[in-house]
């Protein structure tokens, strides 16, 4: 079967390694083109605030959480910093990886300061790791923000992630939040379409955005310019603050199915909910994205495997 | 035949090198010395707004749209950033290409700060992808910002740059605008004659400025002193804004054979119209740039290729 | 013996440096997993402020106090810059050292500006020095200000510091204190609770957090959302201001038996008194953290070792 | 004859290349000890400035003019940047170059901010266009600001541009202009002294200075001081503005012959002429220069060289 | 006879290094201990102004004036840059020298801006200097500021200077002044004690340090909680502005047998006299510093050599 274009691996992937790329590729998208990835850099991105108060389970207060999720959900793809995968990656040989490069604390509001965030380890030192752990590592992410006064630096290191990360065969996932003194609103269709294009000349893979707010409230549509911009890139959302169940699903599935989107990119809304739930919820995701079910399916499916767990928990 | 002392190549060329860059040059200016360059870095130095929204056509909004132009088009090079071409560059081959090797977007504006941008790959990267790719890299491209505060890093940046290109054979193109706070006319024509000795200090090939506006509105005369100030650097303007074609075609003709410019660098002129009229517009433009041809002659092959398409299409 | 899942090397310890890792991790924690660290960097973070003055015995204003107190008392480490370690090592061959590889002086007030401060030495030159000096270094330390305009470096030195302590079998300890303009509550337990978790996923094997404050007066109760989020690097707390010796051992008792804190860090506390008070406090302190004693058997041993030394002295 | 503590080559510059330096030393100032330097580094320092407009001969619009005058004239070295070397250089091999390897446009007004100016090349590169273009290289030269608040980086710029010259048997000559918001007059005398101070310091061979102005309106006087200050370190008077040429001359003779300046840099005075003056011109420095001829006799020899160039021209 | 531990080389001295490194510390202190620096950076620091005006004698004006003091005078050291040793020291190979690695001019008051320096050579240059010069050089010098908003780099420069320096078996000595926006007395007692810790931590074999101003008048006392701070980090002190002969002497003699400061290093109050002055006065000074003279005696010494230069001179 040949490959889509869009599956193909680029041609900065040396021609001994694109096996290797779309191997990783197939992977992660579990063999269907589109990725279920379980975003897990919050833990330096918002602190605490995501992970202990009012309606947060328990559960998610201790990190070994999101590896308990991971190890025995159906998601694609975790996304986490080396750190914690160096201290529990051991225990859980199951989960395939991303390497979260750079990641900065929330702690200066955008009106204090431009947002700003540097590449942690070298690739040199991610090889090391590749090799030590043997853990099954796809790709590499890192974040972007466009029209931050540190915009330049921040370029050039994706730029040189993105093909270090295609030159050992592994996927880049860039986040592209365009954010700083000069960004009015963040949420502009048109400006997360420019974005999504920025990150398809960065040479990434997958390019994660804020899911756009369309003036007309018609989102999912909004979204298409920003699909049709990053081009052979896929283009997945955030999943953004925690919701109810049927409304997520409602809104990813418009964001697949009707703006083109090639995935989901969900953290709060998985990892805040106790471990059994949390499994539900990820599973009802990856219905909707890897199989192509219906929001209503998805839903279903969630409370089916809910009831289930509560019984035999 | 023996070259010109513009086809030669520069002494930094080393010896073994030099049949190379001067088929490099050959190929870039199709045998003319003039050049047609397609300019295609504004995904990200406008990000989406040159490719969606009134007035352009809705083929824009895709990447491929660019390679596909390219393709069929009589242009000399297409200039675009590495992660675009690694994508789309399997299946346009016959693309000759000058990668862009540094880029910006345009959120924060010139009264928000200086503008600021680096060079995104080493040329060891570089070098890597040309092996990889084996596609037809001519040459790279750089923007200097002259008057802004970060013109410092920007002209040690592309001082090497153009070095290291000549050291592989390969040509180096400039895009010099005087910009910042300490900049009060962009388009003076004396500053422009500045910026396009400057670039020709750093050693590049060819330099891409904007078109001067004179005072007395002869804006070809004035590039005059621009043209001259360059020496041995090839002078082009960039296409600016979107304009009626026998307006753009006349403005061409008197830059290049009224002021001397050794062609053109065209980009939204180009690609915001559909398929077959972005064809036919590069196809009048090389007219001009590597035939000679009158303004007249170019707008008539324009109109003959738009109703040929139109028949065929 | 199996280990427990903290006490096993993370897997960016390469598999022939797993064993000295942990071997590491047991001498310096004695045995027990709980480490009870000399924290003697104040000579630069302080300046002399913590070595004379009022309240301040004599003996502390020589350096060579520290290591007086260390080599005879009952400590897991000393952490200290690597300047002193090379002038007094040779004569203190049997204290453990975690040398301290960032440091900055408290002259710049945070009203002024936030804080920064940068590696000392490369591990190249760690190596050289481990080699030269034959000492038994089992760790690095850095410190992080998370909130500072500088924390993207100190995010990035960080990280390749552990990774790097990692590779050589070493331990890594970070000092986390979120501090800056944007930070209004240097001690709110939530915002500890993240400084620990980001020290998590850097890799750190401990992190030094200050005590949190709870509006509650319950800090030990507070702190244990830090020790949760901190999963399996351990955490212990800096000893800060001077107290009287009940106070200090009866909450240093609350936080590593209550909160579930991994030990100690203390160093005013210490070495601001004479040699003999110093070492029994040091054996106080080593009596909770290392044997399980209560707050009122460590009082109790501290001043049977007091009245020891004065009947000796 | 044994050479002079000043014609010798300084201890940084290895055994086996001291031949090289001195050989260098020798041509450089045509066996005289003293240079004649013409500065052709306005291109970037002045843009276009000093090549078009009311009172600049129209043969200075083009680069060429100054290989032109280079190469006919009698003179020691012409210092530009690479780029114009590397692409006049072959059809000028018998101009001796100094390298300018710094240069910064005058865009920013010393009001608006501090001057800053990047080394351009590295002496890797440099090396490689010395190997590929055969050239007679014999020095570089850099400009520093001190007073600048970039003076750290440019002072440690400037150190390691004299030592890796000297490394190679090439002479080092440094641009030393105080300039910034701190600095109230630039033309201090006693100023001027400390940057001449500051050049030997940094291992200069030549320093090139403004003249200082005098209270008393004796500036040549004035000029000692510096000359003194820079020791064996040889000193330069910048040429400044155009003006005409006894005066020119005569002010010349007073900077050699009565202050001690072992030479002088003249550019814009030179190149602003038509061809046959410049080279008149060029001359007529020379001979004050090289041959200790007086003013009046210099003013001789510029107009009997002119009215032979009008009769022969 | 065995070394005191002041005298042993630091552990970071490579073994096959250390009798390099103890006999480095026994020229520079010419078997001593204590060490009669005569420190000769003020060409950079104070620009011409500690070497023309009244009150300054004109054999100052010339840089070779430097040399012929420490090459006549019995000094431990002379520290300088590099550029003046380059071009001197083959003429005055008798100098011991040590190198000094930064130096930045006093043109930005501390009211305009944080006062920043940076390592202007590399070790590897150094090397090859060392190796070209055959000149006995024993150790480097760099100044910190503690308290400006550039220490973290630094205090970075100076730890790996400091380092390096002991790989070669070289001493290191530390100019430290707290000095910026956030330092109100830069010669209160207590921050200068301070500043002596930090340069111990730093590795330092001396720190040079300003006398402190005690409240009560009485400095050297004042000067007592420094050394002690130092610990076998040894401390001198700055010689501060021109004074009389016999309160210098005096003021040194406290310092040195009040405080217990290990020599001094001065500067100004030597090469501002004639040659025969200033040797004398060296001779002074050593006489203190290394043999214990009093003060008395060293001014009847100062006079005894004063008349019989005059005689012979």
Known sequence: MSLSPMQKAPLDVPADLRPRYEQNFAEMT??????MMMAADQKVEHLNDDFYGPGIAEDDGDPEHLFRIASRARIGVMATQLGL?????????????????????????????????????????????RESSSLP??????TIYPGSRAEPE????????????????????LWAY?????VSDER?????????GLAACLGADFVKVNEPKAKDGRNAAALREAVR????????????????????????????HEAGAAGNATGRNIHQRPLSEAIAFC????????DGATAEQAVALYHKELSASSTTG
Chains 1, 2, 3, 4, 5 share one sequence.
């Open 30 to 35: 579990r063999g269907t083109g589109r990725l």
């Open 283 to 290: 599973n009802a995701i990856s219905a909707i994205t890897l």
């Open 178 to 182: 365009p954010r700083g003194a000069a």
């Open 137 to 142: 590592i796809l790709g590499v992410g890192y």
């Open 229 to 256: 911009a990053a081009g052979r890139t896929r283009l997945i959302c955030a999943g953004g603050k925690e919701e109810s169940v049927p409304e997520f699903l409602a809104r990813l599935h418009a964001q697949i």
């Open 188 to 196: 502009d269709p048109h400006l997360i379409a420019g974005a999504a």
């Open 154 to 173: 921040m370029l050039r290191e994706a730029a040189r992630l993105v093909f270090e990360a295609h030159r050992r065969g592994l996927l880049a996932i």
């Open 85 to 129: 995968i160096a201290r529990y990656g051991e225990d859980y040989p199951g989960i395939r990886y991303v390497v979260k490069l750079n990641s900065k604390t929330h702690l200066i509001p955008t009106k204090m300061g431009d947002p700003d965030s540097r590449q942690w380890l070298s690739f040199e030192q991610l090889d090391r790791f």
